[in-house]
């Protein structure tokens, strides 16, 4: 069975400065898609960035990045220029490549913003 | 454009009580997932439903139920309610693996039993 692990419960990061997430994962699966989901106190589970596991480059979307380390079963998530509404709980998930394709999620990393 | 919606948001019940969760998405989307979040904790999936008429268990399925009679719907059902039933319920949609696009969540529902 796939697991996902964040070691990190809890982060802090000042304002304009830059910060790394930690996620590992196990799995004897392939072929497989990675996640960042960020859960603002709204609740609202927001998608962040995804990384499919045959594409060696590493995914970007704007000031979020990834560093996928696919033989160490690695996927962290960097945060540049860090902004006030960044503050949220950060979980790392795997999808299945089964018939189910559901989520497993870590425990989360509860990031604040210093301003 | 309502995509995913859960009703209700917050709810209250009494231990032994019964309730419905009710999830609704309006993309056609075949897959449907009910989570729970605990405090501290990950989501775990309780059940999910590759399409109309086909439902199984997740990992965390004892005291809950579900159908999926329609593309649309997708209820969670608790009996005889217990306070380690006590959680944030999110629903979750997404296409066929072939149109490989993201889960949509729905904003969840709060449900403290007491």
């Known amino acids: 069975a796939q697991t996902v692990t964040q070691s990190q419960p809890e982060m802090s990061v000042q304002e304009a400065e830059t910060v790394t997430l930690s996620c590992t994962y196990d799995t004897s699966e392939s072929d497989y898609y990675l996640f960042w989901y960020k859960q603002p106190p709204s609740r609202q589970m927001i998608l962040v960035i995804r990384q499919e596991a045959y594409k060696q480059q590493n995914a970007t979307e704007n000031r979020f990045s990834v560093n996928f380390q696919k033989a160490a079963k690695s996927f962290s998530l960097k945060i540049s220029d860090s902004q006030l509404g960044d503050a949220a709980m950060y979980f790392c998930a795997y999808r299945t490549g089964d018939a189910t394709n559901k989520l497993i999620f870590g425990t989360g990393t509860l990031l604040a913003v210093q301003p | 454009n309502a995509g995913v919606t859960q009703t209700p948001k917050f709810r209250i019940l009494k231990i032994g009580q019964s309730m419905t969760l009710q999830c609704a998405q309006d993309m056609n989307h075949n897959y449907m997932y009910w989570y729970r979040q605990d405090p501290g904790m990950g989501l775990k999936l309780i059940y999910y439903s590759v399409g109309a008429g086909i439902t199984d268990k997740g990992e965390v399925p004892n005291g809950y139920n579900v159908s999926r009679s329609t593309t649309e719907d997708f209820p969670l059902r608790l009996e005889l309610a217990a306070p380690s039933q006590t959680s944030v319920y999110f629903c979750?949609?997404?296409?066929?693996?072939?149109?490989?696009?993201?889960?949509?969540f729905g904003q969840g529902t709060r449900l403290t039993v007491v």
């Open positions: 979750a949609s997404r296409g066929t693996p072939e149109a490989n696009t993201e889960a949509f």
